[in-house]
């Protein structure tokens, strides 16, 4: 058995009530799975119009970490981190893009 954790993207053309509560209480075959929302984000978009880049799948990635800057953030503390621990020195470089990453000022 596994533990998934997901980030999901749902755009909300209909206007549903609570999207948490559709994913955690939707009929599963043999309950096979068993979804629980952790946390929960959104953002007003305005108005659906058709040349919303997030009806486009090759720009739906950029819009959302626009939309959801953390998640770009952690990404890149991620990427720091790994970094560090599979360095065999902390360079300058390296330490630059810690700082960045973190959001320190040098």
């Not at 999901?8 to 009530?17: K, L, S």
Request: proline share 4%; glycine share 4%; net charge negative.
């Amino acid at each position: 058995m596994k533990v998934y954790k997901l980030v999901v993207m749902v755009v909300d053309h209909d206007a549903v009530e609570s999207v948490k509560n559709e994913l955690e209480n939707g009929r599963y075959a043999n309950r096979c799975i068993s979804p629980r929302v952790m946390s929960e984000e959104s953002v007003d978009i305005g108005e659906w119009e058709d040349d919303n880049p997030l009806n486009f799948h090759n720009k739906q990635a950029e819009e959302f970490e626009r939309l959801f800057p953390e998640l770009a953030r952690i990404r890149a503390i991620e990427a720091a981190a790994l970094a560090l621990v599979t360095a065999d020195c902390i360079t300058g470089e390296l330490f630059a893009e810690l700082e960045k990453a973190l959001g320190v000022k040098p």
